[in-house]
């Protein structure tokens, strides 16, 4: 085998390994659930509590990040109001996210965060014209740390 050759060989080789470890790593370390559970981790950063309410259906899901591993979980929403209580961890942050489904033009979604009892966010968007393609009708906080989140005054 020629030098070039051989070269070649051992960089396509590399890639494969790099790209699969990579690949490895991050199903390792991301994990995806159906469900909203009542506590992650130890739950010792407090109760975070998501009161939601909606004219359309949607999908609800809150991610939780520690730089070690990744947690998202998810559930489906049929419009009205729900409420999810979770007691989450310390120095764990992430998204929290409400999404419509198929929105029309006056849909409504709305929510109120709570943090041990304190309003974090209270928010209410209304569809007012048809979403362009592409485009999503959703609500979306995102915290460093979710034990950490400052109330609203």
Do not use: C
């Not at 909203?36 to 899901?61: H, K, M, N, W, Y």
């Not at 009708?137 to 989140?149: E, H, Q, T, V």
Request: hydrophobic letters at 35%; charged letters at 25%; a negative charge.
């Amino acid at each position: 085998m020629q030098p070039r050759q051989k070269l070649l060989g051992m960089v396509i080789v590399g890639a494969i390994v790099l790209l699969g470890g990579w690949s490895y790593a991050r199903h390792d370390h991301h994990k995806l659930t159906l469900g909203i559970p009542a506590a992650v981790g130890q739950g010792d950063g407090g109760t975070l509590v998501i009161d939601t309410e909606s004219t359309t259906r949607g999908r609800f899901s809150i991610s939780f990040d520690d730089d070690r591993r990744v947690e998202e979980f998810w559930i489906p929403a049929i419009e009205g109001e729900h409420t999810w209580t979770i007691n989450i961890p310390k120095k764990a942050g992430g998204y929290i996210e409400f999404n419509a489904e198929k929105p029309e033009v006056g849909d409504k979604l709305s929510w109120k965060i709570t943090l041990n009892g304190k309003t974090v966010v209270d928010q209410t968007e209304t569809l007012d014209q048809p979403l362009a393609p592409g485009h999503t009708f959703l609500l979306r906080s995102a915290y460093n740390d979710y034990s950490a989140i400052a109330a609203r005054k």
